[in-house]
């Protein structure tokens, strides 16, 4: 068993494994009326930049149930960068993430790149991508807890995502053996290795740091996972091995809250950084994929453990 201490939370939190009965009460109300499909996710909005109250409640809704929501908008192939940007800042998140190989204004053109530096990276290329939430070789103090993406274009074919909350993973393996849990909230459960450039720059230094961590002031659960090998180095014990082996396992499998679907114009994808995967995908001379994606360092505002179960607490 990994005994490594994670930090004590300062607040009551169903996340934290010394408050089972939390957690029980917590995990029913969850449950309860969970999603059943991808279409319970979605919501209509006919202009993303000047949200309507019933669409913003409808949209915020859905993301204090399953840390996600899905629109659907008359915007098109409207390449305005802006849709995106100010259907965020409606929705209570500014800390935008100008992550390497961004944009000028923080948001990522995800789209088929030949050449230049973003060239070597998957997300510039068609080939799959597989499980992970975003940032997550980001340091301790820039964790990414909001990620959105705005469709603009879809592929000709493929591009499909899946989709699952991350406090549904969490149950899972929290309901298998509790231990898995510890083991993944060491601070030392998986360590990304260094980004070394073409003329041995170190350009980001190795991070260490747990899959699940809780935030001690406000008790919601953050998650940060890849499941590509060549990205992290995990903890080598018995627990974190079998632990992984689960939530692989969890992910791979048939879980009916893994919902799978496809951006198509106009559509998009907020959320409390949920898990997500990324299909391959084939261009054709009028149908170039590209979506914007936006990371932030806030969570979607109202969305916390405390917002949506104020009567736990």
Excluded at 163 to 189: K, S
């Amino acid at each position: 068993m990994n005994t490594a201490k994670t930090q004590p939370v300062l607040t009551p939190s169903p996340f934290d494994l010394q408050n089972q009965s939390l957690y029980e009460e917590w995990r029913r109300q969850k449950l309860t009326g969970y999603p059943q499909s991808l279409g319970d996710l979605v919501v209509e909005l006919k202009d993303p930049t000047n949200l309507t109250s019933v669409e913003k409640e409808a949209l915020l809704q859905r993301v204090r149930k399953a840390n996600m929501v899905v629109y659907v908008s008359a915007t098109g192939d409207d390449p305005d960068r802006n849709i995106p940007l100010m259907l965020a800042a409606q929705l209570g998140v500014s800390g935008l993430n100008h992550n390497w190989l961004a944009d000028a204004d923080g948001l990522t053109s995800l789209t088929v790149v030949s050449d230049g530096t973003r060239q070597h990276y998957i997300p510039y290329s068609n080939r799959l991508i597989k499980w992970h939430t975003d940032g997550y070789y980001n340091t301790a103090a820039e964790q990414i807890q909001t990620l959105n993406l705005h469709c603009v274009s879809p592929a000709a074919e493929g591009g499909e995502n899946r989709l699952m909350d991350h406090e549904m993973a969490y149950i899972h393996l929290r309901d298998e053996n509790p231990e898995f849990i510890q083991a993944l909230m060491a601070p030392d459960a998986m360590t990304i290795p260094p980004r070394i450039d073409e003329g041995g720059t170190t350009c980001r230094r190795e991070e260490r740091g747990p899959v699940f961590s809780v935030c001690r002031e406000s008790g919601n659960l953050h998650m940060r996972y890849t499941i590509r090998e060549r990205n992290v180095i995990w903890m080598d014990d018995p627990i974190t091995t079998q632990a992984l082996s689960c939530l692989e396992g969890l992910l791979e499998g048939d879980h009916p809250a893994i919902f799978k679907g496809r951006l198509e114009s106009g559509m998009g994808l907020v959320s409390n950084n949920v898990l997500h995967d990324r299909s391959g995908f084939s261009d054709d001379d009028t149908h170039k994929r590209l979506i914007y994606r936006a990371r932030y360092f806030d969570r979607l505002a109202n969305t916390g453990v405390r917002d949506v179960y104020p009567d736990l607490f």
